[in-house]
């Protein structure tokens, strides 16, 4: 078991910067972690993903926007959030995964004013 714990989100105007944090209960240099977002009546979407040797994939629509990294040593995956429109509007849950079992965060809120 892991417990994922995010944190980071809030309100920004159109063209800034978040980042978000994960922390997780345990080790997670094994886990293969991502963030997904899910906006007000859609349902949730993939974000990026990072593996446990650093390999990092991107959804299109935040391709060069958003930077997802970890820190083994912390227990901790950050997301890097730049140039932040409106439609990021959501609330972005911490995703951990390792051979069958996946874990979830709570989620925490990011609103991206116009």
């Known amino acids: 078991q892991v417990q994922l714990v995010e944190s980071g989100g809030g309100l920004v105007q159109a063209g800034g910067s978040l980042r978000l944090s994960c922390a997780a209960s345990?080790?997670?240099?094994?886990?293969?972690m991502g963030w997904y977002r899910q906006a007000p009546g859609k349902q949730r979407e993939f974000v990026a993903t990072?593996?446990?040797?650093?390999?990092?994939n991107y959804a299109d629509s935040v391709k060069g926007r958003f930077t997802i990294s970890r820190d083994n040593a912390k227990n901790t995956v950050y997301l890097q959030m730049n140039s932040l429109k409106p439609e990021d509007t959501a609330v972005y849950y911490c995703?951990?995964?390792?051979?069958?079992?996946?874990?979830w965060g709570q989620g925490t809120q990011v609103t991206v004013s116009s």
């Open positions: 995703n951990a995964r390792v051979f069958t079992a996946t874990y």
């Open positions: 990072i593996t446990g040797g650093g390999d990092t």
């Open positions: 345990r080790s997670i240099f094994s886990f293969n």
